[in-house]
């Protein structure tokens, strides 16, 4: 199995929602643009990427939404380098379809009271459901490792809640603990490189707004 060397997750750049949550009212959620701050953040992490890459071949998974595409063609890779693929299983967390500004404040803090992995919003999902979808992917991608050349990169260029919940599923992390962490910037990126061991490390961790407040020992 040709386990590539390391795996890096990107959140995509600023979007029209980051800047304005009233943009739901009027835009679908898949159809947010980068506003320019958010074109200057994944050109920056395009640079970084690149240094990163070097001159290795990459496998690309990019979420289905507008501002991911952007925020992948905004890296400027050589094309020769880079396998992409269109990854619905990475898309955002779904808050419904025509969203009421006002209604989604109040979900927003329900969500705060009851818990970002299990609230669901009334027309979409919950963290959990988005952890389910995150696991078929790491199936298939963990089955894509089977091939001998596959790239010694892979690259996801995801949303913040999806990044969380790739890591807590990679690494196994609980309930809890996912709770506990908070999303990264707009584009920035984490960075799982394996080891000599065989097992892959975390370059860096989430930032966390809490203590974890486990139910039991697993915690």
């Known amino acids: 199995m040709a386990r590539p060397r390391r795996i890096v997750l990107v959140r995509h750049g600023e979007s029209e929602g980051n800047a304005d949550d009233t943009v739901y009212e009027r835009e679908p959620d898949h159809a947010l643009r980068l506003t320019p701050t958010g074109l200057v953040e994944a050109t920056e ?5 690149r240094e990163l890459f070097g001159n290795e071949q990459v496998s690309a998974y990019v ?4 501002r991911t595409h952007e925020t992948f063609r905004a890296f400027a890779f050589d094309s020769a380098l ?5 990854e619905p299983r990475l898309r955002e967390q779904d808050w419904g379809n025509w969203q009421d500004t006002d209604d989604v404040r109040l979900q927003k803090a329900y969500r705060d009271a009851y818990g970002h992995f299990f ?3 009334a027309q979409g999902e919950s963290g959990a459901d988005v952890y389910d979808r995150v696991g078929a992917f790491l199936e298939s991608l963990h089955r894509s490792f089977e091939s001998p050349d596959h790239p010694p990169n892979v690259l996801l260029v995801t949303h913040g809640l999806t990044m969380r919940l790739f890591c807590m599923r990679w690494f196994h992390w609980t309930v809890a603990e996912f709770e506990s962490l908070s999303n990264p ?5 984490r960075v799982l490189e394996i080891g000599d061991d065989g097992r892959y490390t975390l370059d860096r961790p989430f930032e966390r707004w809490r203590t974890p407040e486990p139910y039991g020992v697993t915690g």
């Open 45 to 49: 992490a395009g640079v970084r990427l």
């Open 63 to 66: 979420s289905p939404y507008r």
């Open 82 to 86: 880079v396998r992409v693929r269109e």
């Open 119 to 121: 609230y669901r919003f």
């Open 185 to 189: 910037g707009n584009g920035e990126m």
